[in-house]
């Protein structure tokens, strides 16, 4: 279960530094960009577990379980504090404004 925490916290932590490092760097294809940045993601935690399921004997449903639920409540903490701090990502960045 620790194992599926860390996942999360390291997801999280990556997911949040490449939206930010990717939203100064690429304005104009940022939405495409984004979609990219998170396959790879995903990708490589699914890499990740599978190599953790071939090469420890941990129950990996309680892994699974405990890192989307990890990985949720840093979101929505995220989302919550974006909401009342309301600093967001750089306006310059926004793709669909006219």
Not at 19 to 45: D, E, G, K, P
Request: positive net charge; proline residues 3%; without cysteine.
């Amino acid at each position: 279960m620790a194992v599926g925490l860390f996942m999360a916290v390291v997801y999280h932590l990556s997911s949040v530094r490449s939206q930010h490092w990717l939203s100064t760097r690429f304005t104009s294809t940022l939405a495409l960009v984004s979609v990219a940045a998170f396959l790879a993601r995903i990708t490589l935690a699914g890499l990740a577990l599978v190599a953790v399921s071939l090469l420890t004997t941990l129950n990996m449903p309680a892994v699974g379980l405990a890192f989307v639920t990890l990985f949720t409540a840093l979101n929505g903490y995220s989302l919550y504090r974006l909401s009342k701090t309301g600093r967001g990502v750089d306006p310059s960045s926004h793709v669909l404004l006219p």
